[in-house]
């Protein structure tokens, strides 16, 4: 049993970064990535549409689908599938909520970059006219004109793990580690700046069951642990602005740190993990530069670009 759904290219962004730990490394023709979730095979394509092949596809397909694309799925398969939001209160999105959610996971080029926001109740309506809602279909450009204003008016912090750092970090932590703390990192950071006003919660855009969230920030030696309070979903922008506000921003300060790493790299280089990225590495291993300060180098891209240079 299979479905296909066809998603925009930020949206085909976030499913990328989400699977990056679970990837194969084994890519079909036009392939970003082929993962793999317990019984269920994700295979993303460069046109946008992903397929979901196996035992749980539609539950997984779910993640990613709106209301109306999921009724339509579960009227396919006559099966009901797993919404996200589910642990979410009723009036949750009329609260005064802190929000976070990282992008850059799935990239091989370029940073992991982690923000937060909080959006108090009075300020809704203010961030719903920026169009902020909508922040999965916004064009990287609109993304650009909102920022500024998210900065200017919301408070926030944002952390930006370069390659360097990253690949420095990643041999005792792996990525959903590093994703866990790079959240709990700036949650603290806006609570302080905040203080003593505390949010009606925390939203956290979910990339790992709670209780293994909390694991990684145990193992990791973290302190304080931020956990009061706290709710996690996928899709977890169309639960609280504040969580569309911080992969806007996240996403802006992304873009600008790829702007920089190709000015030095002097190539373009490419989103993803795909067979763009290995030869982009290639290139730079051709001229003699490092790789540990453009990518992350764990990556099975790494070795790839290597035999490209046989």
Do not use: C
């Not at 990535?33 to 397909?61: D, H, L, W």
């Not at 919660?201 to 209780?211: P, T, V």
């Not at 873009?255 to 790493?261: C, E, F, G, H, V």
């Not at 001229?287 to 099975?300: P, Q, S, T």
Request: charged residues 15%; glycine residues 6%; without cysteine.
């Amino acid at each position: 049993m299979q479905t296909v759904i066809q998603v925009t290219p930020t949206q085909l962004k976030k499913i990328t970064d989400y699977y990056a730990n679970m990837a194969t490394g084994k890519q079909p023709t036009g392939a970003i990535f082929v993962a793999k979730k317990g019984p269920t095979t994700i295979t993303a394509y460069r046109s946008g549409k992903v397929m979901f092949q196996g035992a749980n596809y539609a539950q997984e397909a779910a993640r990613w689908q709106t209301p109306a694309q999921q009724n339509t799925t579960r009227q396919a398969t006559g099966k009901q599938a797993t919404t996200p939001g589910v642990n979410i209160p009723q009036g949750f999105a009329n609260w005064s909520v802190l929000g976070s959610d990282e992008v850059g996971a799935g990239a091989y080029f370029g940073p992991l970059t982690t923000a937060a926001v909080y959006v108090p109740k009075d300020q809704l309506a203010w961030v719903r006219q920026l169009g902020i809602a909508d922040s999965k279909t916004l064009t990287d450009a609109k993304m650009r004109q909102i920022a500024p204003e998210i900065i200017a008016n919301l408070p926030h912090h944002v952390v930006n793990l370069m390659p360097e750092k990253y690949n420095q970090m990643q041999p005792t932590n792996n990525v959903n580690q590093m994703k866990a703390i790079s959240h709990n990192f700036v949650l603290g950071k806006v609570l302080a700046k905040i203080a003593p006003t505390t949010p009606d919660a925390i939203l956290i855009d979910q990339f790992a069951q709670a209780s293994t969230y909390f694991k990684y920030l145990t193992h990791a030696q973290q302190s304080p642990i931020i956990k009061d309070n706290v709710y996690f979903t996928t899709k977890g922008e169309q639960y609280h602005l504040s969580v569309a506000a911080a992969s806007i921003l996240a996403r802006v300060v992304e873009l600008d740190s790829m702007a920089k790493l190709s000015d030095e790299a002097g190539i373009s280089l490419p989103i993803g993990a795909g067979r763009q990225a290995d030869e982009a590495a290639a290139q730079l291993l051709d001229r003699g530069l490092d790789l540990n300060h453009f990518a992350k180098v764990h990556f099975a891209n790494t070795q790839k670009a290597q035999k490209l240079r046989r």
